[in-house]
């Protein structure tokens, strides 16, 4: 089993910044891919950012060039920087990692959810 927890949400004025982090524990063989996610009241979970073991990186456009995801790998860990944030980035953000097994099955691992509310 994997545990997934998010730290760094919060609440913050429209154009200010966040640090999100997910740190991953437990049964650990290989992360593949590792991805912010976010839903809003009312709307369905989107994907925010992912970034792969290749380093690869992946945006919604909605947060191109506000938004950077990072990773440690030493530490099993995902970051997401939020900077010029808006209003509509008021969401519960979720992290998520795809983790395989020495037979390369794939498993999907979500963090508790952490509340970033942008308001002034």
């Known amino acids: 089993q994997v545990q997934l927890v998010e730290s760094g949400g919060g609440l913050v004025q429209p154009g200010g910044s966040l640090r999100l982090s997910c740190a991953a524990s437990g049964s650990i063989f290989s992360i593949n891919a590792m991805g912010w996610y976010r839903q809003a009241p009312g709307k369905q979970r989107e994907l925010v950012a992912a970034?792969?073991?290749?380093?690869?990186?992946n945006y919604a456009d909605s947060v191109k060039g506000r938004f950077t995801i990072s990773r440690d790998n030493a530490k099993n860990t995902v970051y997401l920087q939020m900077n010029s944030l808006k209003p509509e980035d008021t969401a519960v953000y979720y992290c998520n990692f795809v983790v395989s097994d020495p037979a390369g099955y794939e498993y999907d691992y979500w963090g508790q959810g952490t509340q970033v509310t942008v308001s002034s």
């Open positions: 970034i792969t073991s290749g380093g690869s990186t």
